[in-house]
């Protein structure tokens, strides 16, 4: 007999008492566990299910579609919507874009709204989830146009048919795609922004915000896509930061020295102000040139030319060394003294340019000087503003100078040709000192991937000035998850100046506006805006360009201005799809001022459809749309790179699914894989994904089926409701893994409501190796093989089995509804009827939490370890184990154990 003394380290005073009929286990062998003789095999109990432990091959995703028909998935939304309870949970869909083919984005969206959806669904909600388009917009017409060829010669209604149509496929596709990925919503009742009672909600919102004076018609510089002729928001740019720009350093000649810094270049040469630019084709527009009031400013005098120049004081030594020549300081004085000043424009002999004010300017670049084109710049026009400065544009919708700008540069491209001949312009009157390449960020148009321009132009804006206070103090009352989105959506407000609403194009929803035809005065009022309102909800925003003017405008609208019908025409300016998808809240939620409890979606929202949707219900309803915005990442290569067809590394959500053409390089996985890579990722920074993360999914949903089966096996002829023992009846060792099993469900409730389901798979993941397969299944293995079927030893453990099953089961279910589903069509127990999804959350006991026997067990688990590292690498089951205990603690454990067991 081999006697173990246990150690000082393992001495635990209230220890032990756990461990079945008096005996210590030394715990299970090392070894392989050796298949029983064929004439014993009748006599062991061993675990008996159809549950596979693996779905090889093709076999993954056709069990989940058949699991997705014979649990009637698609009928689940409408069940849920008819019960009765109370309690309700809204979460809004954001519109995905309906211009391109299902991906890893959407999946990565989609999933974690069914994760959260179907939490809340179990826990006994009724959801609210209708899934919507964004269906208008450039980048859908411009994708049907070029389906079509020519297209210089097409009529509104023909782009406007040719967009609809391509729209109305893609959306076909993507809603496919997100049905097979196990999406429970609304799809009876989806909302598009091409829908007429959606247009003409959209603009019944339009007009509130005119009457409430958010919205007014200026003209001013925007963001302008020579691309495709239309203005645009800036969340339609995308910023290109290896942009290279034609920068150069300009000569402005001083025309009359300011008054109080006449002294200092009283009697020198002509003195000039060095202005850098990296757009110089704006230099034509030129009507000022700013300065910084509380910087310094020093006269400089050229060692190379003998010139003389006014530049920022802290920027003339790198100034000077751009030049390649060096600067001696003559002067130097405050901004303020520079002001009254005139400089000569550098190309336009006889024009004239103030020294101004501003403070936009600043010395981490350039001279500290800054040219002043007020149609090309939004600071511009804000100091043109103030000091009522022209603010002519010289380039047209084509991003090509106009007459105005000279026969020299007449028809010339601004980012081409015309760039470089206004660069020879300066060559020729002397007034360019430097020219560099710079690489920089850029403004790009988001669809064509080119770059922008500034210009300015007649638009109809809504004036975020007004609205950024209120909008911003609503923010503040909305959970953000993660909370730093709060303050970058904070931040983003704070910077909005204006917001440019109409589009030069013909695929969206009308601007209700009629102009005279020869003052071209803007006509809109209630009678004709709810007139053009009736029209679009019964034929939709087509009667705009099919109707004729006496049609969609009527007389009454004409009382005030006493003109003829005949004298007005409709504007042809489109709404920002980003009004389009802002007001999304007013369709979907009604018109009861309800909020939706979630929006969820990806950081870029937060200058997008999180920002419209606030400032637009703010307006109408002085408040938020939302009362929780949770904020997720975008998805990038399993390095962290960008996802890039060059680079070969873009998943594609249906081959992970149904597998690539080749099945040993892209093997079917199934939606649960996808919907599994989804939680397990940490969403709110950049989540990876490629081959290897899936493999790593995958092999992690085996290990979670190998627990499942050895459960489900464990339970044949097993009735919870026959056959169960009472808790305080149970085996200790049972007992405890129900306490185990109560923080676990506990856990993982709390992990969901704060949604954090990367934490709920860790949870599972623990519990399944650590609490269950390392430590209870090795313990329990004798019972249920080796107990007769019925004996209340083998119930015991069978009991806390099926407790373990019933709730881990309902902890994945939101995450993996296929398997959770498919499990339940294997319990040897369930009713035929019952589905994981419509019979409730997890449920546990009061009585099985017991914290001093995970105390005990902790302490027996530190004994069991001694002995096995003392015999490491040999068989724990050829030994027999005494224990040697003084006897005082051998009393104290037995007064323990006693007070365990009552």
């Known amino acids: 007999m081999w006697a173990l003394r246990t150690p000082p380290l393992l001495r635990f005073p209230k220890h032990v008492g756990c461990w079945a009929r008096g005996t210590v286990s030394a715990g299970p062998s090392t070894g392989q566990k050796a298949k029983p003789d064929s004439k014993y095999r009748e006599t062991i109990l061993l675990p008996q299910s159809d549950f596979p432990s693996q779905l090889p091959g093709r076999l993954q995703p056709e069990t989940e579609l058949e699991i997705q028909q014979k649990c009637s998935f698609s009928e689940l939304y409408s069940w849920q919507r008819q019960r009765k309870t109370k309690q309700d949970f809204c979460l809004h869909d954001g ?136 203005a645009l928001a800036e969340a339609e740019l995308e910023y290109n930061q290896q942009h290279t720009s034609q920068a150069v350093y300009i000569r402005f000649p001083l025309l009359k020295p300011p008054p109080k810094i006449a002294s200092a270049v009283d009697g020198l040469p002509a003195v000039s102000l060095i202005v850098w630019t990296t757009q110089p084709w704006t230099i034509v527009a030129n009507q000022a040139v700013c300065f910084m009031p509380n910087l310094e400013y020093s006269v400089v005098k050229c060692s190379s030319t003998e010139e003389h120049f006014i530049v920022a004081a802290d920027r003339v030594q790198s100034i000077a060394a751009v030049l390649d020549t060096q600067f001696d300081v003559i002067s130097t004085f405050k901004g303020t003294d520079l002001e009254s000043g005139i400089c000569s424009h550098p190309t336009i002999p006889g024009r004239q340019s103030p020294l101004l004010p501003a403070n936009h300017v600043t010395i981490s670049k350039g001279t500290g000087l800054v040219h002043t084109a007020p149609a090309h710049g939004m600071e511009d026009y804000s100091v043109a503003s103030h000091h009522q400065l022209p603010m002519d544009c010289l380039v047209d919708e084509d991003g090509l100078f106009t007459e105005a700008a000279g026969s020299e540069l007449q028809k010339k491209a601004v980012l081409g040709e015309g760039n470089e001949t206004v660069i020879e312009m300066l060559q ?49 009352k909305v959970k953000t998850v993660p909370a730093s989105g709060m303050n970058r959506m904070l931040e983003m407000l704070e910077r909005r100046t204006y917001w440019c609403i109409s589009r030069q194009r013909c695929w969206g929803v009308p601007i209700p506006v009629f102009y005279h035809k020869s003052t071209g005065e803007p006509l809109i009022n209630k009678k004709s805006t709810e007139n053009v309102i009736k029209l679009v909800e019964q034929h939709g925003s087509d009667v705009w360009w099919t109707l004729p003017i006496e049609q969609l405008l009527p007389k009454e609208a004409l009382a005030k201005a006493a003109n003829d019908i005949q004298e007005y025409v409709q504007g042809q300016d489109v709404l920002d799809i980003w009004f389009d998808s802002g007001t999304s ?66 998943v594609d959500p249906d081959v992970v699914i149904n597998g690539g053409s080749d099945h040993s390089t892209e093997p079917p996985y199934g939606a649960d894989t996808l919907r599994w890579w989804v939680a397990e990722s940490n969403v709110y920074t950049e989540v990876q994904i490629g081959p290897t993360v899936l493999s790593s999914a995958q092999d992690d949903i085996n290990k979670l089926r190998n627990t499942l089966r050895f459960l489900l096996g464990n339970l044949t002829g097993f009735s919870p409701e026959t056959d169960s023992i009472p808790t305080s009846e149970m085996y200790l060792i049972d007992q405890f893994i129900l306490h185990l099993l109560h923080g676990f ?158």
């Not at 997100?178 to 909600?201: H, L, Q, S, V």
């Not at 920002?611 to 990442?633: D, E, N």
Request: glycine share 6%; proline share 4%.
């Open 745 to 902: 469900a506990n856990k993982v409730t709390q992990a969901y409501k704060e949604h954090d389901y990367g934490k709920v798979i860790r949870l599972l993941q623990a519990f399944c190796s650590k609490d269950l397969s390392s430590f209870y299944f090795s313990i329990i293995k004798d019972r249920l093989y080796c107990e007769e079927e019925k004996d209340a030893k083998r119930r015991s453990c069978q009991t806390a089995l099926a407790a373990v099953l019933d709730t881990m089961v309902r902890s994945f279910a939101p995450i993996l509804p296929h398997l959770a589903e498919e499990v339940f069509q294997y319990i040897p127990y369930r009713k035929e009827s019952d589905s994981v999804f419509r019979s409730g959350w997890m449920t546990t006991s009061a009585v099985w939490k017991k914290p001093g026997l995970e105390e005990a067990v902790d302490g027996a688990c530190a004994m069991r370890d001694g002995f096995l590292g003392f015999i490491a690498g040999k068989n724990a089951a050829e030994y027999q184990v005494i224990l040697v205990i003084e006897p005082g603690l051998f009393f104290e454990l037995m007064e323990v154990s006693r007070k365990l067991i009552t």
């Open 428 to 476: 020729a009157a002397k007034n360019l000192l430097k020219e560099e390449k710079y690489v920089h960020s850029y403004p790009y148009d988001w669809r064509t991937k080119k770059p922008v321009i500034i210009r300015a132009s007649k638009q109809w804006f809504i004036n975020t000035e007004n609205l950024k206070t209120a909008a911003q103090e609503a923010l503040k």
């Open 585 to 650: 809240w007013a369709h979907v939620l009604g018109d009861t001022g309800e909020r939706a409890d979630v929006y969820l979606e990806g950081k870029d929202q937060l200058g997008g459809w999180f920002q419209s949707s606030l400032l637009i219900s703010v307006a109408t309803r002085k408040k938020a749309p939302y009362r929780t915005l949770i904020v997720h990442g975008f998805t990038v290569g399993e390095k962290g790179e960008k996802m890039s067809k060059s680079i070969g590394n873009v």
């Open 95 to 230: 519109p995905p874009y309906a211009n391109g083919d299902p991906h890893v984005g959407h999946a990565l969206n989609k999933i974690l709204k069914d994760i959260t959806n179907r939490f809340y669904v179990m826990n006994g909600y009724k959801v609210h989830y209708v899934p919507g388009w964004d269906c208008h917009g450039l980048p859908i017409e411009l994708k049907a146009l070029s389906e079509c060829g020519e297209t210089k010669h097409l009529t509104p209604m023909e782009i406007r048919k040719k967009a609809k149509a391509f729209a109305e496929k893609v959306i076909k596709k993507q809603k496919s795609a997100f049905m097979r990925w196990g999406i429970m919503a609304d799809w009876e009742n989806c909302y598009y922004t091409f829908d007429p009672k959606y247009e003409a909600k959209q603009l019944s919102v339009f007009h509130q915000m005119y009457e409430k004076g958010f919205v007014y018609q200026d003209y001013k510089p925007v963001f302008w896509s020579p691309s495709t002729n239309t």
